[in-house]
């Protein structure tokens, strides 16, 4: 009864002893499925983050487009402007300028007509001596 009994205690330090690795095997199994599970998650979160940045990135390209946009056409506004108001100017001048050649043309003729008329005051006052 002794070795039978022996033999019991033998195989149950066996069976503590496999537990004991089969204990020790799950909890390293359940390590491995809760640090997956952690770098799972961790992925999740920087793929989020990732995407957000992304996200912020592509708003503040397209807002910055947006303001080159207004500001070009600013520009080719203030340009249109610029160039009506020197044409309007170009054309003031050459209507002043016009009226001017002809007034002067106006004097010119005037002085042509006294210039004559001393002329032949100057010719009657000849002869006349």
Known sequence: MRDNLSDLEDTLR????????????????????????????????????????????????????????????????????ILDELNALHEQVKTDLAAEVEKEEANKKGLQSQLEEVRTQVTEQTKEN
């Open 14 to 81: 066996k069976l503590k002893c496999q537990l004991s690795n089969v204990t020790l095997e799950n909890k390293n199994l359940q390590m491995v499925v809760d640090t997956e599970a952690a770098l799972k998650e961790a992925k999740a979160v920087a793929e989020q983050q990732a995407a957000g940045t992304v996200n912020a990135d592509l708003k503040h390209q397209v807002n910055r487009i947006e303001v080159d946009i207004t500001e070009e056409q600013k520009k080719k506004t203030e340009a249109q402007r």
